[in-house]
C-alpha cells in the first residue's frame, strides 16, 4: 500500500504503470485521477492545506479499511496540496484485485472519502477573492452507501 501527500505534480501515466507491476494475480486494476476544475471561468487557482501527520495516518487508516472491507492485492492514493492551477491533477486512487467489482468498489469508497472526510482545506482563489469550499450535501450522501 502506497499513501502519499504532497506538493510535487505527479504523472498518473507513469504511476498507473509502475503500481501496476508485480500484480500479475490481479484481474482488474481501476485507477481515478481528479482534477482542478474551473469554477465559472473565473478559477485563479486552489489552494490545498492539510495536517502533516493527520491527514497521512487517516489516508492510511481508509486505505487499510478498503484493503480489509475488499479483497484488494494492493491500493495507490495520492493527494496534493499546496497552490493548484485550473487543469493541475489533484489526486490518484488505485486499486488491484482479483475481480473487477473489488477494485471498482474500492476505489470509489476511497474517492468518496477523499471528497468528503479526508482531512484537507480547500480554498478557491478567484480575481473577486477568496472563499473557503464548503460541504457538499451530494458528496455527504455519497458516503451512505458504504
Known amino acids: 500500500m502506497d499513501v502519499r501527500v504532497q506538493s510535487d505534480a505527479f504523472d498518473a501515466g507513469a504511476e498507473l504503470n509502475a503500481f501496476s507491476v ?9 485507477s481515478f485521477s481528479g482534477i482542478v476544475r474551473d469554477r465559472d471561468g473565473g478559477l485563479d487557482r486552489m489552494e490545498i492545506e492539510y495536517y502533516p501527520g493527520m491527514t ?3 489516508l492510511q487508516a481508509i486505505a487499510n479499511e478498503a484493503a480489509a ?30 475481480h473487477r ?10 474517492m468518496d472519502y477523499l471528497k468528503s472526510r479526508a ?19 451530494e458528496d455527504e450522501d455519497a458516503l451512505t452507501r458504504w
Open 22 to 30: 508485480g500484480h500479475s494475480a490481479a484481474g482488474a486494476i481501476v
Open 56 to 58: 497521512e495516518k487517516a
Open 69 to 98: 472491507r475488499w479483497s484488494l492485492a494492493d491500493v495507490l492514493v495520492i493527494h496534493r496540496h499546496g497552490a493548484l492551477r485550473v487543469g493541475d491533477q489533484i489526486m490518484m486512487v488505485a486499486t488491484a484485485a482479483r
Open 101 to 110: 467489482g473489488d477494485a471498482f468498489a474500492a476505489a470509489e469508497f476511497l
Open 119 to 137: 482531512p484537507f482545506w480547500k480554498k478557491e482563489v478567484t480575481s473577486g477573492g477568496a472563499e473557503w469550499v464548503a460541504a457538499r450535501t
